[in-house]
């Protein structure tokens, strides 16, 4: 594996390794237990990018719980660094598919509450200010969220999980629900942000193209049976520099593969 690519500007200082080591989550249902998922195994190191794909329902979000200590794991251990995860990190940001700013607030002062407690009021100003610089948003600064647009919004959430400059970044479907277009801005907006700022970055996404688009790694998770946990199937090394060709012929390969591994059968065009 190399990660030359996605750390060609040098490893943040803030980045640190994400260690799954054989962890198991189950949860308590009537009449039992349900297991989720099953010794899941792998490290992301400091600024490595890596995608969790696998068809709906089979535990990608419950993972990405895992590491941001949402959930209380039932097997294994979840490390940031050197530290296992027993709840919400302070070296961690979140992201999601929506982005949950708070309407009343400003723009500015959405992004500003991502900035780790105690921050100074003038280093403050000038950390969002710059956030918004990078997301191309200081503009819309003094904006209220019903202002702006969905994938606007979207923009100001990665700002606002930037703001405390993490660790480790994780992202649930962050840009599923917006358009074609957007999405593929926004794609180069995190590939901008992270060539800036490489943190560790892992990201669920059902979109096979984003995977192999954004990550050094793409996971692919799914179940042997129906009725069975979830468990790592493969993980697939994208060994692509950046910027990357959508259609370059290793990418579109490992496309196919991929898409037949989850069952999709692909439409000729
Ligand atoms: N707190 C919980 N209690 C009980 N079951 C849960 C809990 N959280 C998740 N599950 C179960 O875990 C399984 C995986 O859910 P999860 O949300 O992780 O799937 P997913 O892969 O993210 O799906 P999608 O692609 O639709 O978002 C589901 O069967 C869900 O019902
Ligand atoms: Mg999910």
């Known amino acids: 594996m190399t990660l030359n690519s996605a750390t060609s500007a040098g490893v943040s200082s803030a980045a640190v390794p994400l260690v799954f080591d054989t962890v198991g989550q189950s949860f308590a249902v009537p009449g039992g237990t349900h297991e989720v998922l099953h010794e899941v195994t792998f490290t992301a190191e400091p600024g490595e990018i890596i995608s969790v794909i696998g068809s709906s329902g089979c535990g990608k979000s419950t993972l990405l719980r895992a590491a941001a200590g949402l959930n209380r794991i039932t097997a294994g251990t979840v490390r940031i660094g050197e530290k296992a995860?027993?709840?919400?990190?302070?070296?961690?940001?979140?992201?999601?598919?929506?982005?949950?700013?708070?309407?009343?607030?400003?723009?500015?002062?959405?992004v500003a509450l991502g900035l780790p407690q105690g921050t100074k009021k003038s280093e403050g100003a000038a950390s969002v200010a710059r956030l918004l610089d990078l997301v191309g948003l200081s503009e819309y600064a003094d904006h209220?969220?019903?202002?702006?647009?969905?994938?606007?919004?979207q923009r100001v959430s990665l700002a606002r999980a930037l703001a405390r400059t993490p660790g480790v970044l994780l992202l649930d479907e962050p840009f599923g629900a917006l358009d074609a277009l957007t999405r593929i801005n926004m794609q180069d907006l995190l590939l901008?942000?992270?060539?800036?700022?490489?943190?560790?970055i892992l990201?669920?996404?059902h979109d096979v193209e984003e995977a192999l688009y954004l990550s050094n790694r793409v996971i692919v998770l799914g179940k042997d049976t129906p009725e069975a946990?979830?468990?790592i199937q493969r993980i697939v090394t994208v060994?692509?520099?950046?910027?990357?060709?959508?259609?370059?012929?290793?990418?579109?390969?490992?496309?196919?593969?991929?898409?037949?591994e989850l069952g999709v059968e692909e439409i000729a065009v």
């Open 85 to 110: 995860v027993t709840g919400l990190d302070p070296r961690v940001a979140i992201g999601f598919q929506e982005p949950r700013l708070l309407p009343w607030r400003t723009v500015a002062d959405n």
């Open 144 to 153: 209220r969220p019903k202002e702006i647009s969905g994938g606007m919004a």
């Open 192 to 200: 901008d942000v992270h060539r800036q700022d490489p943190t560790t």
């Open 203 to 205: 990201l669920v996404t």
């Open 229 to 231: 946990p979830a468990t």
């Open 239 to 260: 060994d692509c520099a950046h910027p990357r060709d959508r259609a370059d012929a290793e990418i579109t390969a490992l496309r196919s593969e991929l898409l037949a």
